[in-house]
């Protein structure tokens, strides 16, 4: 049995169902194929205990592009918005900071941490411009990638002699030198390195720190909790791309992507074949190359940049259902509400981040917490509650093998750690669940456990991102596209990938 | 703790050259002290087109390709379409980059069913290895397990049948075949690189010595000699084979861009085949098959008989106007009694059968001379005896 | 008093190289030293009776062949001669050795894998495409890319054609090299520890990054991007040492009429209403002169030798931030006869060679942890020559000079000064690592003298005893170094200038900041230029 579609989508993660969205809303037959009983992907929301449910994959919804909203008429109702971040420390004198304002610091870092965050605005203004279009080709002589990076020229005069040139320069610095110049607070300091080196293979002395900490700040910089959960998210798309027409099939796994004469021709699944000349993968590259065309149909120098491609991740995931709020002096229940960070200076990020460039985990690990029934109360029981933790750093290939033995021990020393700073918090502990990279990998389907789907480095970034050859979603194989997080401008809860991504293939056809 | 080897190696063959040697001039070629000439490369030359020359080619390396995925895997990477070369049958091809560039030239030999040598020049262990990311293949670098003959010229068939090589009559070109002398296994194949009648013989190193003295003896009263590169060289050009290093140079080496040459500019357009599935430079050369190449490779008759090393080559007799290319190999053809050159010019120039120019630069006591002759581009090859395809071949 | 055309501060090789130019030019110029020797970072000096030490910089190749050529060097006694191979000691017994000879050199590597000797060459030329791409911006000025002056925007268009003309796969090649990591770049091409461990030394030689650190790929060119007499990536000595490099720069200098003043400290530049007029020494003597040109590095001659008042602030606050990170010390050594290395078979041309002492990555990017523990390494990655194998005049017949530059060595220890104890510990670090091979090393010792970066600074003056003058990194090159919109040799005040090795191209003994100086200053002076264009190639 073989069904036609225009076009075909691997795998209904949120870049999937926003690719898929658009393109049926150009009018196209879209099928979404998805390996697991629900949609998602890493955007998902699943109970881990007994009436405890977290979202598993990404936790907080930091950047969900308003332009990808827009264009596909969606709403996601927020249960707290503009959560603050609050840097926990043991003695209880935490740092509170929102987009502007840092309390708990001294006046000289007050005033310090507003100018930081307006100069910071100014660059991560710059590149938010660039999420949402795909990367101009260098070289390739066409009048459009010309017209594209003489845009990008001028957005880089735009900013002004000064900008301009502070930007050229920072784009290779690191935070902590740039930190350490303007800041006294060593929790201050911590919590920003933090956060310029999540979901990342870098220290905060890494050079290409300070390009990911103004990443993260220009898909939005603020954090919020959707109602419902991530999963929630990605219900809603599915729900709108369905009422746009797209089929979604999920519990069908795509066996292989099926080339014929040197173009893609549709897909295998156990349901049989579904026919299409477009497959857009919302599998990372690797999987794509590897895992459902095959190396054989695309040329080797190709395959090696997918083969070096850095995608192996070092976060794992901790899921605790606790049996009530741990009591942290200096903050108050509501509190919790917040995005919580344990790290106590940058050096304790930079030493969290030594052991995994040796395949080792962190002895002191830092940590992003957020308590998601706080504010919504589908997600635990009444009266108790649940953590989320994203925790840093534990590498994808551990030196002898995440054995159950490596997994217990890293798992204790999470929450032993965590326990200096919430005291009595193993006490609270209902049931706890950690999934490190190799566990993110298996239920995810991403490989290296990444979730970048290929670390946001500069030599991973815009122009070859994932890879010099497929930086404009087009893979080199006719009718092949990625639209995942691999792609620029790269993971987190964003949408922009998909969206790109069906701006690609629908400019393709209207200029054939 | 003894270093690595300081010096030259030594080719299986090289205690029968030191023995025969004269003039004891030699140089390295990939790592082993080759001869460049024997005795004299005048008369060795003589034995590749009337006699039988043996020249020593273990230096070539050789890669094995074993697994399940071996001719997909060759397919992939070579531009010709492997799937249709059987087993005892051989190919010569060209692999490129991603730029469709030639990376080197070689041999595919199908040994057994899935069981594949490729023989080059160039050292290719990293640019196969990264190839095979993906695929189940096993990849051996045989080069020094396999000693290698060339056994050329019109009698050498003859000879070989003599030396107890019986059932050779039947080998095509490009064939292979497995045989045996005296209890020891060697790998027939007729190929060569002197566009004439000749075998290569493919043995254990640990066989070499043995194998030299029966050829050898067999021969002996066919004026056999035993042949240096020189000689090799010459025949080579009049074969109009192409030698990395000259007419092209290994893409994956160069750093200048636009000093590689694709199959097209190197007029090797029958190896490309686009109806096969996927194979590395698919693109870029369909591209440039759509857009038309920059380079071409053309084989020149130039009049007179100074050989035309390193000379530019012009469109016109007058040198006013810029050169379009250069001359990569050059040679005065004893067999055919002419001045040729094998070169590079850019496109549009040198359709076989137009006219080009050539300066040549000659010494003679001590001045330099140059002079502008005219070139005619040739198709093909400038030395091509029928003898080379007859099957069987004839008997002396 | 006598006034000057021009005073050069500091007679480290790129001052004189900047005075030389400028006096051949015609110039009146005076270059004055705080120390009682010239050269700088570049010297030999006897340290112990009839040793000669380079007991700073110790290796040749950088120097740019179009100003030896210019400054006839070889007239002032200047003589290069390449050296071979390099060899890094392995814990398990064995060494790996990268030959001279290639074909030595191939054999070697297939020893640990063949596919790695093969995949060198696919290196070697990407390396060298990089090379390429940079060697021919090291004698020009960097164009300022937020400009829109003819000469900035022809210079762009220059960088942009060349980088257009590379190709677009390359370009893309481009942009991800500038911004690896040198042990990424490395695991592309290679699969053995040992191979990468050796060859990433090149991308952390002076840096205070680790060989994880985006960006380090790029340090490889500093160390590669040099020849001796067109063979690229050769590196040679300096016969007589590297005093020899500083010595014949000031002959051709002296040659020209220009006059050299040691024991001259620069107290201060002196302004007079946003113009310089020239120095006041230390001892309190004064020049006239309306140009003032300063070798040293940024941070000194900015921050130390003139008022803050009399720059811009922001100008001020870049200096300040500019990274110029003590991250390596040296041990330089006089020894009574040849140390035995058992490991490494007699006769062999590597005792001529580089010698290394880490065989893995991890060993290589723990000594960078280390340094950012605020220590010395306990496990250093030590570039080991013998200058005394290729140029017997620098000791006495069959004794050595051996030179250890070791990396990482910080410039405080935690936040504070050395202690003299430290500064013993470390020593004691280098030698025994050392002496883990060779057996008699220790008892050959005569003398030595450590160099811990703020030994360095207090000696030469360089800021935290960096070797370049400040960091390498992205974020310090071209049209960013010493400071985005001050990159081309103009300080902010009218008639002063830089021309050490904080500014473009940056460090080594390349002599290309000096020269590339001194041609905007005789344009600035309206002189004829008298500094050599790029020799270029292709």
């Not at chain 3, 900015?302 to 870049?318: G, I």
Request: charged letters at 25%.
């Amino acid at each position: 049995m073989t069904e036609r579609y225009d076009a075909i989508v691997v795998g209904a993660g949120h870049n999937g169902l926003v690719c898929a969205g658009l393109l049926a809303k150009a009018g196209k037959k879209v099928l979404v194929l998805e390996a697991r009983a629900e949609v998602g992907g890493a955007a998902v929301t699943r109970p881990f205990a007994d009436g405890f449910s977290v979202s598993a994959g990404a936790h907080l919804l930091h950047q969900l592009q308003p332009r990808v909203m827009k264009a596909l008429g969606v709403r996601i109702p927020l249960k707290s918005e503009r959560m603050p971040t609050i840097a926990l420390s043991q003695s209880g004198d935490h740092v509170f900071m929102d987009e502007q304002t840092a309390v708990g610091v001294s006046d000289q870092d007050a005033q310090a941490f507003t100018e930081f965050m307006e100069w910071s605005d100014t660059f991560a203004g710059f590149l938010n411009k660039q999420l949402m279009k795909p990367p101009p080709r260098l070289g390739s002589g066409s009048f459009n990638d010309t017209i594209k990076l003489a845009r990008l020229g001028l957005d880089l005069r735009m900013l002004g002699k000064a900008d301009m040139r502070d930007f050229l320069q920072l784009i290779g610095q690191n935070i902590y030198d740039e930190l350490d110049a303007r800041f006294e607070s060593d929790l201050l300091k911590g919590a920003i390195a933090l956060d310029a080196v999540t979901g990342t293979h870098t220290g905060p002395r890494s050079p290409g720190s300070m390009i990911t900490w103004l990443y993260r700040l220009c898909t939005g910089g603020h954090v919020s909790q959707p109602a419902g959960g991530l999963g929630a998210v990605s219900d809603a798309l599915a729900e709108r791309a369905e009422a746009l027409g797209v089929t979604i099939r999920t519990d069908t796994p795509v066996e292989g992507i099926v080339v014929d004469n040197g173009r893609v021709v549709g897909v295998d699944t156990a349901a049989g074949r579904f026919s299409s000349w477009k497959v857009i993968s919302n599998a990372d590259p690797k999987t794509t190359v590897f895992g459902l065309v095959g190396a054989r149909h695309f040329e080797s120098t190709f395959v090696r940049r997918v083969h070096h491609l850095r995608s192996k991740g070092n976060v794992a995931k901790l899921h605790v259902a606790l049996d009530a709020l741990p009591e942290i002096s200096g903050l108050r229940p509501e509190d919790f509400g917040g995005r919580l960070l344990v790290a106590a200076s940058a050096e304790a990020v930079e030493r969290a981040f030594n052991p995994v460039k040796y395949g080792r985990c962190s002895s002191q690990p830092v940590f992003e917490l957020s308590f998601p029934s706080v504010s919504d109360d589908s997600f635990a029981p009444a009266g108790k509650h649940v953590m989320s933790a994203l925790v840093q750093f534990a590498p994808y290939d551990l030196a002898g093998g995440w054995s159950d033995v490596a997994r217990a021990d890293f798992h204790d020393a999470a929450l032993r750690v965590l326990e200096e700073t919430l005291p009595r918090l193993r006490d609270l502990v209902l049931h706890s669940e950690l999934l490190t990279p190799v566990d993110l990998e298996a239920e995810f389907g991403m490989s290296g456990g990444h979730w970048h789907h290929g670390e946001l480095g500069l030599d991973q970034f815009m122009f070859v991102r994932p890879v010099a050859g497929a930086a404009q979603y087009r893979m080199p194989l006719e009718g092949l596209y990625l639209c995942g997080a691999g792609t620029h401008p790269g993971g987190g809860v964003t949408g922009a990938p998909g969206y790109n991504a069906a701006q690609v293939i629908l400019e393709r056809e209207r200029s054939r | 703790m003894t270093e690595v080897h300081q010096g030259r190696l030594e080719t299986p063959f090289y205690g029968r050259f030191k023995a025969i040697d004269t003039l004891n001039e030699w140089h390295t070629w990939n790592g082993y002290t080759v001869c460049n000439s024997p005795y004299c490369a005048d008369l060795e030359y003589f034995a590749i087109r009337n006699a039988t020359a043996v020249f020593d080619l273990s230096p070539m390396n050789k890669y094995r390709i074993t697994g399940p995925d071996a001719g997909a895997y060759l397919n992939r990477l070579v531009t010709r379409n492997v799937s249709v070369l059987g087993p005892g049958r051989v190919g010569y091809s060209v692999w490129c980059d991603n730029d469709g560039k030639v990376i080197d030239d070689g041999t595919i030999f199908h040994l057994d069913e899935g069981d594949y040598r490729v023989c080059a020049a160039g050292r290719h262990a990293a640019w196969f290895a990264d190839a095979a990311i993906g695929f189940d293949v096993e990849i051996d670098d045989e080069t020094a397990d396999v000693a290698a003959l060339a056994v050329q010229g019109p009698t050498s068939w003859s000879v070989l049948t003599r030396a107890g090589f019986e059932g050779l009559e039947s080998l095509k070109p490009f064939g292979l075949v497995h045989m045996e002398l005296g209890g020891r296994p060697v790998m027939v194949s007729r190929t060569g690189f002197t566009g004439d009648l000749g075998y290569e013989l493919w043995m254990s190193p640990d066989d070499a010595g043995v194998i030299w003295d029966r050829i050898f003896e067999a021969g002996e009263l066919t004026g056999i000699r035993a042949i240096g590169t020189d000689a090799l060289e010459l025949s080579r050009i009049e074969a109009g084979y192409l030698a990395p290093g000259l007419e092209f140079l290994p893409a994956d080496e160069t750093v200048r861009t636009g000093r590689s040459r694709s199959p097209f500019e190197l007029g090797l357009d029958w190896l490309v085949d686009f109806t096969k599935p996927n194979f590395n430079g698919r693109r870029a050369l369909a591209e440039e098959q759509r857009r038309g190449s920059t380079w071409r490779l053309v084989r020149l008759d130039i009049e007179g008989n100074k050989p035309a090393h390193n000379a530019y080559v012009f469109p016109r007799e007058s040198r006013s106007r810029s050169d379009i290319g250069f001359v990569t190999s050059a040679a005065w053809s004893p067999v055919c009694k002419k001045n040729v050159a094998l070169g590079t010019v850019r496109q549009p120039h040198g359709r076989p059968g137009t006219t080009l120019w050539v300066e040549i630069y000659y010494q003679r006591e001590m001045h330099w001379q140059r002079k502008m002759a005219r070139a005619t581009v040739v198709e093909g090859p400038f030395w091509a005896p029928d003898r080379r395809r007859l099957t069987p071949p004839e008997p002396y | 008093m006598k006034k000057y055309d021009v005073v050069v501060v500091g007679a480290g090789h790129n001052g004189l190289t900047t005075a030389a130019f400028l006096a051949k030019a015609g110039l009146d110029v005076v270059c004055v030293e705080k120390n009682d020797y010239i050269g700088g970072a570049a010297v030999s000096r006897e340290l112990h009776k009839d040793w000669i030490y380079s007991n700073c910089s110790y290796v040749c190749s950088l120097l740019r062949p179009e100003i030896f050529r210019s400054l006839e060097l070889h007239k002032h006694g200047l003589q290069i001669t390449p050296y071979g191979g390099s060899l890094t000691f392995m814990q398990n017994g064995d060494y790996f050795g990268s030959y001279h000879d290639p074909e030595v050199k191939y054999r070697e590597m297939s020893r640990f894998s063949r596919r790695d000797a093969d995949a060198y060459k696919h290196y070697a030329a990407d390396t060298q495409r990089q090379c390429r791409f940079i060697r021919d911006f090291l004698l020009t000025t960097p164009p300022d890319p937020t400009s829109f002056h003819p000469r900035d925007l022809a210079g762009l268009l220059d960088i942009g054609k060349r980088f257009v003309d590379m190709g677009e796969d390359r370009m893309y090649e481009t942009l991800r090299f500038w911004t690896m990591s040198v042990a990424d770049y490395l695991n592309e091409y290679f699969e053995t520890d040992v191979i990468k461990a050796a060859l990433s030394g090149s991308g952390i030689i002076g840096t205070a990054l680790g060989i994880h650190s985006p960006g380090t790929a790029y340090v490889l060119l500093h160390h590669y991007m040099g020849d001796v007499d067109g063979n690229v990536g050769a590196w040679g000595f300096a016969r007589g040492g590297m005093g020899a490099v500083s010595n014949a720069i000031a002959g051709a200098f002296q040659a020209n009429g220009g006059e050299l003043r040691t024991e001259s400290g620069v107290g201060h530049i002196r302004i007079r209403d946003g113009k310089v007029v020239g120095v006041a020494l230390e001892n309190g003597d004064e020049i006239d002169a309306d140009t003032v040109v300063s070798a040293m590095d940024v941070k000194r001659m900015f921050l130390d030798c003139m008022d803050e008042s009399d720059l811009p602030s922001h100008f001020v606050r870049k200096v300040k931030e500019f990274k110029i990170r003590g991250s390596s010390g040296k041990l330089n050594i006089a020894l009574d006869g040849m140390p035995e290395f058992p490991a490494l078979p007699k006769g062999s041309t590597l005792y001529s060679s580089d010698m290394h002492f880490v065989d893995s990555m991890e060993r290589m990017e723990r000594a960078y942890d280390d340094w950012t523990d605020g220590t010395w390494s306990q496990d250093p990655y030590i570039d080991m020559v013998m200058p005394t194998m290729n140029d017997p005049t620098m000791a006495p017949p069959g004794k050595h000079f051996m030179s250890c530059f070791v990396q990482y060595c910080p410039y405080e220890i935690d936040g504070r000064a050395w202690t003299d104890e430290e500064r013993q510990q470390f020593a004691d670090t280098v030698i025994n690592q050392i002496a883990n091979y060779s057996p008699n090393f220790k008892d050959l010792i005569l003398h030595y003298e450590i160099r811990t970066p703020s030994d360095i600074e207090s000696q030469i003056g360089i800021t935290e005893g960096n070797i370049f003058h400040g960091e390498l990194t992205m974020d310090q090159l071209l049209f960013n170094r010493p400071v985005p919109g001050y990159a081309q040799y103009r300080a902010p005040v009218s008639g002063l200038y830089m021309c050490g090795s904080s500014t473009h191209p940056g460090g080594g003994v390349m002599a290309a900041p000096g020269a590339n100086a001194a041609r905007e200053i005789l344009k600035d002076l309206k002189y004829a230029n008298t500094v050599p264009e790029n020799f270029g190639d292709d």
